[in-house]
């Protein structure tokens, strides 16, 4: 909520639950068990995340916001689904590409790579080559070259994730690939067939085995 108790909006006019709340960790598993009741075999979360607008400084998450990060609550949660969830179903979550390796990125949205990735069966990092500023990586356009993104964001992934005690738990990489053309940004080109299977290719010379696309 805003500091005068009204609603917090985003530029689309969208509320958000409030991650420091407890009871929305309960709604999401209830939700998550029902599904899982009804057949589904993995719970896959969206939106693990607190939202970027700008209004979002003035935001009052209440009293516990106090003593814990937005990377540190989002953790939390993620651990708590693991852990009621994971008995029944694999349990993944997306989030930003730009988190992998990003400090500044990690506590805008509340997303700590390497601490989410030793509570999930999948963590799945948005690495769209449109996403990324010019220059990322030493990759002029990034949107030009997607095999030479994909492949130095998986290598950053791997380097992050080796941090993970040996013989301890850690998510397996899933990435979403960028099956759309990004017309918003000056340095674009038309995904097709080609660009698509440059992406793939970088997934499996990563070292990795599994991907999915987004064509929003």
Known sequence: KNPDGSLFLDKAG???????NKEVWDYLIEISLEAIELGFDEIQFDYIRFSTDQ???DVDFGPEAAN???SDIITEFTQYAYERLSPYAYVSADVYGAIIDSLIDQEIVGQNYLEMAKHLDYICPMIYPSHYADGSYGIEHPDLEPYN???ASLNESKNVLAQVEEGSHV???RS???DFTATW???YQS??????????KAVYDSGHEEWILWNG
């Open 14 to 20: 969208l509320g958000w639950v409030n991650p420091y």
């Open 55 to 57: 209004g979002m400084k």
């Open 68 to 70: 814990k990060s937005k």
């Open 149 to 151: 993104l994909i492949l």
């Open 171 to 173: 998510a397996k990489v």
């Open 176 to 178: 979403w690939l960028q």
């Open 185 to 187: 940004i000056s340095n």
């Open 191 to 200: 995904y097709g067939p080609t660009q698509i299977r440059e992406q793939i």
